[in-house]
Each structure stands twice: as structure tokens, then as C-alpha cells.
């Protein structure tokens, strides 16, 4: 879903990219995994709010990932619902360029990181931060885009 128009010109093929991510995402994570995932594509100030409401932190973010509340049991025959991936146009935008990379690259990347916080992964700690990177490092690996936290670990990390 795209909230701010402004993301259309900013990259050709985008919601075949957010696709190829969700599924590159998908793929790397432990486990089954099967459902839908919403990625909606907004401004700095949507996410703003949502990360003020619901995280208490009153800016915006790269990304932000909502995991569904649990099916209940009278639903169990629909399709899982997973969450929802918000990204922020222009945090995003001004991140890619500082570090250099390609926007669509660090959009592929943010829907991946996104992704995998909705499937159980986290970076809490060193430990955890190494084994969600090494899933996204293999995701975007199968999607052809370089190790970001090759070059620079705590920059691309963004923590």
C-alpha cells in the first residue's frame, strides 16, 4: 500500500521489489511461515505518529514493524494475517543517500529487516542483532543486493 504518492517517483517497480522482499524475507527465516503481510509505504510524519503512539518515541523511523494479534480460534480457517511493515519515505530517502546505497536497495533491505521482525526476529542484543543480519544478509543475497553490514555494521544497523 502506498500512503505518500511522492514514493511512486521515487522508484520503478516498487511493489514488485516489496514483493520480491517479503518473499526473499520469507524464505530466510527458521521455521513455516505462511500468510499476508501488509508493507505500506508512507511520509516521516505518519510514521512519526505511529511510533509516538505506540512506541512513545515522537519522531520517525526508518521502519517500523507491527506483528498481528493472534487469530482467534472461530478465524483459524482464513489466511494468517502476519502484520504490517510501515517505512518512512523520507528518513529512508536521506539514509540511502548518507550511506550511499541505492534507495531501492535500502527499501528491499527495510522491508526485509521489517519482515523478519514480524517472524520473531530481533536485535536486543549482540546475539540476536548477529543472527537477524545474517538472515537479512542472505535474503538480500538472493534478491542480488550486497551485505550493507559488510562496509559498515553500526552504521547500517541503525541502532
Known amino acids: 500500500m502506498i500512503s505518500d504518492s511522492a514514493w511512486r517517483g521515487a522508484l520503478q517497480g516498487l ?3 516489496a514483493r520480491q522482499a517479503v518473499r ?6 527458521a ?3 505462511g500468510g499476508e503481510i501488509t508493507v ?3 511520509d516521516d510524519s505518519a510514521v512519526a505518529r505511529l511510533n509516538q503512539r505506540f512506541r512513545g518515541v515522537p519522531r520517525a523511523t526508518n521502519v517500523l514493524a507491527f506483528p498481528a494479534a493472534p487469530v482467534p480460534a472461530a478465524a483459524a480457517g482464513a489466511p494468517a494475517f502476519i502484520g504490517d511493515v510501515i517505512l518512512a519515505r523520507q528518513t ?5 543517500a548518507a550511506r550511499g546505497l541505492a534507495l531501492a536497495d535500502h527499501v528491499v533491505h527495510l522491508i526485509i529487516h521489517g519482515v523478519l521482525h514480524l517472524l520473531g526476529y530481533d536485535h536486543a542484543t549482540e546475539a540476536e542483532a548477529q543472527a ?5 544478509a542472505l535474503a538480500l543475497a538472493r534478491l542480488g543486493i550486497a551485505d550493507p553490514y559488510q562496509a559498515s555494521p553500526a552504521a547500517a544497523r541503525g541502532r
Open 15 to 17: 511493489v514488485a521489489r
Open 40 to 42: 505500506l509505504l508512507a
Open 31 to 33: 521455521g513455516p511461515c
Open 92 to 96: 529512508v530517502a536521506a539514509e540511502a
Open 24 to 29: 526473499a524475507a520469507v524464505g530466510v527465516a
Open 132 to 136: 537477524m543480519e545474517e538472515r537479512e
